[in-house]
T-cell receptor, first 112, second 112 residues
Framework: KQEVTQIPAALSVPEGENLVLNCSFT??????LQWFRQDPGKGLTSLLLIQSSQREQTSGRLNASLDKSSGRSTLYIAASQPGDSATYLC???????????FGEGTQLTVNP | EAQVTQNPRYLITVTGKKLTVTCSQN?????MSWYRQDPGLGLRQIYYSMNVEVTDKGDVPEGYKVSRKEKRNFPLILESPSPNQTSLYFCASAPAGWQPQHFGDGTRLSIL
């Protein structure tokens, strides 16, 4: 059974800092790895999706990498801003259309 | 505006009183899914649907029913709610099962 772990559970950084959020998964036979953002009282917003054949995806200040062999993905946020404050979740999908297995998230606070 | 709409947003009810949480999407998406989010357990998938009239169990289907009679709607039915179903519920949709999902804003259910 796939297990997804995110460390740290919470992170507080000053504005402008570059930071890395970590996601590890136990079963490397994944179809894709997805990163989401969740704001308080809101649903999840999809940030990046990395197919198993890809090594990384970029969107603006966000860069996600995937290393299937080691069971790890990282989300890199450049030049962090207070508006980046949210909980970030990663999720692994085993096959196309199959269930997503989520980590518990990293709660990020970017201080002005 | 493209969105996933859940109703109600909040509900307090009593054990055994049947309830339905509606979910509707206006993006003509094939794939829809229900999740529950609990502290310490993260997001877990309840049921999902790859297309009309096709539904499958997720990780925690016990005590829930769903139906997908038309593409835009995917209601979640609790026939006899119990206190352990107190949770934050999210509906999501995607063009296909492997693509990024769009989430509703959530329904907070309290079963007394």
């Amino acid at each position: 059974k796939q297990e997804v772990t995110q460390i740290p559970a919470a992170l507080s950084v000053p504005e402008g800092e570059n930071l890395v959020l970590n996601c590890s998964f136990t079963d490397s036979a994944i179809y894709n790895l997805q990163w989401f953002r969740q704001d308080p009282g809101k649903g999840l917003t999809s940030l990046l999706l990395i197919q198993s054949s890809q090594r990384e995806q970029t969107s603006g200040r966000l860069n996600a990498s995937l290393d299937k062999s080691s069971g790890r993905s990282t989300l890199y946020i450049a030049a962090s801003q207070p508006g980046d404050s949210a909980t970030y979740l990663c999720a692994a999908q085993k096959t196309s259309g199959s269930r997503l297995t989520f980590g518990e998230g990293t709660q990020l606070t970017v201080n002005p | 505006e493209a969105q996933v709409t859940q109703n109600p947003r909040y509900l307090i009810t009593v054990t055994g009183k049947k309830l339905t949480v509606t979910c509707s999407q206006n993006m003509n998406h094939e794939y829809m899914s229900w999740y529950r989010q609990d502290p310490g357990l993260g997001l877990r998938q309840i049921y999902y649907s790859m297309n009309v009239e096709v539904t499958d169990k997720g990780d925690v289907p016990e005590g829930y029913k769903v139906s997908r009679k038309e593409k835009r709607n995917f209601p979640l039915i609790l026939e006899s709610p119990s206190p352990n179903q107190t949770s934050l519920y999210f509906c999501a949709s995607a063009p296909a099962g492997w693509q990024p999902q769009h989430f509703g804003d959530g329904t907070r259910l309290s079963i007394l």
